[in-house]
């Protein structure tokens, strides 16, 4: 990850620039940027993390800050809050849906943000190794289940029908796919067979996870040449097991 950090703040003063110096010390490229929704539009692809200083300034800037919010939210950027407890309160006013990753409360030492920001670069630099799986299934409390269990060791996305696991695919590769085999409309064979036609994803691995063990189904399966057959009746231990064996197997 590269350490670089969106600085928004109104005007240059003391605490701002004491704020950049000491990023910049500790080896943040700080791409400073007003509060202003030209400014804001033009910079806000320049890092995935955002720090805001907050001031007397949110009233004035309050379209400004809503825009923000929609780009933190819809580009999963991080965002940091820095101010007193008032302007904290009133920025959730103004903004009430925006995804904070922390609220830092003045008064505080600049130190002790680059600690925080520090951490937050181990923690996205740790996320950015785990392997990313999609779970295709229509069963809505199966997905909510095997997302928990997946998801300390996993990036886990989960989609109810093959039509929207296309729709995940044209933005996304997964390093492997869990598939149910019996889904209404386009069942499991029948995705499996999509993607496999398709350059874009037929490289994609894919593993059946299904409640279909009868042995017609399991034979189709199989024909299909997923990397396993699994069934849910197994553990969620097990299913683990044969999933990290498999991400150990293509190291």
């Not at 925006?98 to 520090?118: C, G, H, M, S, Y």
């Not at 063990?213 to 199989?222: A, L």
């Amino acid at each position: 990850m590269d350490k670089n950090a969106l600085f928004i703040s109104r005007g240059a003063g003391f605490m701002a620039g004491t704020i950049t110096s000491t990023l910049k010390k500790a080896g943040f490229d700080v791409i400073s940027c007003e509060p202003e929704i030209k400014e804001l539009n033009e910079k806000k692809d320049s890092s995935d993390l955002v720090i805001i200083y907050l001031g007397d300034y949110l009233a004035e800037a309050k379209d400004a800050l809503i825009f923000l919010s929609d780009v933190v939210r819809e580009d999963e950027k991080s965002l940091y809050l820095i101010g007193f407890k008032e302007e904290l309160e009133a920025f959730l006013r103004v903004a009430p849906e925006t995804k904070v990753v922390k609220v830092i409360e003045r008064p505080f030492q600049a130190n002790d943000l680059v600690v925080i920001l520090e951490e937050y670069e181990e923690k996205v630099t740790s996320d950015a190794m785990k392997k990313k799986i999609l779970i295709v299934d229509d069963d809505g409390l199966f997905l909510r289940s095997a997302a928990g269990w997946l998801s300390g060791k996993y990036h886990v996305a989960v989609v109810n029908s093959a039509m929207n696991a296309i729709t995940y695919l044209a933005t996304h590769t997964p390093d492997l796919i869990l598939l149910d085999y019996e889904m209404p409309i386009t069942d499991g064979p029948q995705f499996l067979k999509m993607i496999k036609s398709e350059i874009s994803t037929e490289s994609i691995p894919v593993i059946f996870l299904t409640t279909k063990g009868d042995k017609e189904s399991v034979m189709t399966g199989i024909s299909l040449k997923p990397e396993a057959y699994l069934l849910k009746s197994m553990s969620s231990a097990e299913i683990l097991k044969t999933i990290e064996d498999f991400f150990e197997k293509r190291k």
